[in-house]
């Protein structure tokens, strides 16, 4: 009996021992089927879910053995300034503006006194600006504007403070370009640079004196070029910057991080007065070609087709001349007498391009135009009722702008 017993008691332990076993071994398969499930082990490609497993799993970032030295991507702009703000200048002048009387418009005046009651007086307005210094012997570039057409003095500052009373050489109104000399010797320069190399994104400083403050530096990068028809002169071409432009910058340089000169601070766009993010620049190329024509002459002599009036193409008026799109200007009017129509050009033909060079707008337009040289002859390729044709035109020398 005791045997019998003791048979089912060891009967029984070994049975439990086996349970226990059993428990244990499947637990620990099941530790390791979940810990090769998010391993990097590699699974077949058709196992859909195993794939996004791993797919999901978070990868260690990477640890980069030297650390990466931001100040090497960017010029040392301290050096920069250093080096051009001695050669920008404060400008001042005295303009002569007419201050109409109240009774200008008044007809009981005007019938008694005619246009001119002689109310009327004139009266000096300040205007303030900056400058840029491009030959050492006193030759200053800034903006038309900042001169003034009737200025009975203008006074230039130099970054050291000495004031001279400068003679303008000339004004060129269709850029906003004058230049300027002063009586002095062995100045400061920045040297030229190439403004059509100027990539969007580029670095540039603005130097000038705004609110009178005099060599203020700003940083931004070149937002745009040969921006136009912004109504701010009638030869458009502008560089567009992020760098701040405030009232006093007009005719203060813009610098590439080379140290060279690349604009002539002109214009801001704001709707405060103040800035907001939106600056435009004359290209280089431009100001120094108006400044050796200024120079040499006094004026600048620009190419002409005559009296033409082009307008754009709008999609009605594309219809209308049997245009396939709106690329160019049409001929609206044209004198007579004009080297245009002197060589065939008629109204309503449409002109696409000007020796090969496309004509997308009337900005685009102007500028081939009085860009041509005087006497040279170039070619029109228009559209007339839609069939192509061209036309060769000597182009004349423009009238003169007032100065």
Do not use: C
């Given at each position: ?13 070994v ?8 428990i ?11 810990s ?16 996004g ?21 960017r ?14 200048t ?6 002569v503006?007419?201050q ?72 060129d ?15 400061p ?20 004196n ?50 060279e ?7 801001i ?29 006094g004026?600048?002599?620009r190419g002409?087709?005559?009296w033409?009036?082009?307008?754009p ?59 041509a040289?005087?006497?040279s002859?170039?070619?029109l ?23």
């Amino acid at each position: 009996m005791f045997m019998r017993a003791s048979s089912i008691a060891i009967a029984f332990l070994v049975l439990t021992a086996g349970i226990i076993a059993g428990i244990v071994l499947t637990g620990s398969l099941r530790t390791a089927s979940t810990s090769e499930a998010n391993s990097s082990t590699e699974f077949p490609s058709n196992t859909p879910v195993q794939q996004g497993i791993i797919s999901q799993q978070p990868q260690e970032p990477k640890v980069s053995e030297q650390p990466v030295n931001l100040s090497t991507d960017r010029p040392n702009f301290s050096d920069i300034a250093e080096r051009t703000v001695k050669a920008v200048t404060n400008i001042s002048s005295r303009q002569v503006i007419r201050q109409r009387s109240p009774f200008d418009n008044d007809p009981f005046f005007r019938y008694f006194f005619g246009d001119s009651p002689g109310m009327s007086g004139y009266r000096e307005q300040p205007s303030l600006g900056s400058g840029v210094i491009v030959a050492s012997n006193g030759y200053i570039l800034t903006n038309a504007h900042v001169v003034g057409r009737n200025s009975r003095g203008v006074t230039v500052t130099l970054a050291d403070e000495r004031d001279y009373e400068a003679v303008v050489v000339g004004r060129d109104e269709s850029t906003d370009i004058a230049l300027l000399k002063i009586e002095a010797n062995e100045l400061p320069t920045v040297p030229w640079g190439d403004s059509s190399t100027l990539r969007i994104a580029q670095w540039v400083l603005a130097i000038g004196n705004p609110f009178q403050l005099s060599q203020t530096v700003t940083l931004g990068i070149v937002s745009a070029v040969g921006r136009d028809n912004l109504g701010v002169a009638r030869y458009e071409d502008f560089i567009q910057t992020d760098a701040a432009i405030n009232p006093g910058n007009s005719g203060g340089a813009l610098i590439n991080a080379s140290g060279e000169l690349v604009g002539i601070n002109t214009a801001i766009y704001s709707d405060s007065g103040g800035y907001q993010g939106v600056g435009f620049a004359i290209p280089s190329n431009l100001a120094r070609r108006v400044m050796e024509e200024l120079s040499d002459y006094g004026e600048v002599r620009r190419g002409s087709l005559g009296w033409v009036d082009v307008r754009p193409l709008t999609p009605q008026l594309a219809r209308e001349v049997d245009a396939p799109d709106t690329r160019g200007v049409v001929v609206w009017q044209i004198h007579g007498q004009s080297a245009a129509a002197i060589s065939g050009v008629e109204p309503g033909d449409v002109i696409r391009s000007i020796d090969g060079q496309s004509v997308d707008d009337v900005a685009a337009f102007a500028r081939l135009i009085s860009d041509a040289e005087i006497d040279s002859t170039i070619t029109l390729g228009l559209l007339r009722y839609g069939r192509p044709i061209e036309l060769r035109i000597i182009v004349e020398r423009a009238r003169p702008q007032p100065r």
